[in-house]
């Protein structure tokens, strides 16, 4: 009878351990689906990262084309504004010089 006994001890022990197998079982499953979760979430954020740095990238482009437009823009209205004054020094230049002419010239007579 002891034999007996013993083998319902082990059968009870064996019964326990499975019981125990089980329940861990489910945590570990239940793990399982929380870093699959986890891994999905950190794929979608990379993924969205990844947009926003290409979005990032090219408003940076725009901005930097923009930016040699307004520059050669500059460059060329200074060089406008520079033909400009040269043209009005040389006008004022002529306008002095047909003045100094007509003060040299004889003036007709009112006779």
Same mark, same amino acid.
């Given at each position: ?14 019964? $326990?351990?499975?019981? $125990?197998? $089980? ?7 239940? !793990?399982? #689906? ?9 794929? &979608? ?20 084309? #923009? ?10 209205? &200074?060089?406008?504004?520079? $033909?400009?004054?040269? !043209?009005? +020094?040389? &006008? &004022? ?10 003060? +040299? ?7």
């Amino acid at each position: 009878m002891s034999s007996l006994v013993r083998i319902q001890d082990t059968l009870r022990e064996v019964t $326990e351990t499975v019981r $125990e197998l $089980e329940i861990s079982s489910r945590g570990l499953l239940e !793990v399982s #689906h929380e870093a699959k979760e986890g891994a999905e979430q950190q794929l &979608a954020a990379s993924h969205q990262l990844t947009h926003s740095m290409v979005s990032m990238s090219e408003k940076a482009k725009s901005v930097e084309d #923009h930016s040699h437009n307004t520059s050669r823009a500059t460059d060329q209205a &200074a060089a406008r504004v520079k $033909e400009g004054g040269q !043209v009005v +020094k040389d &006008a &004022a230049e002529d306008i002095r010089n047909v003045s100094e002419g007509m003060e +040299k010239s004889p003036r007709p007579s009112c006779s």
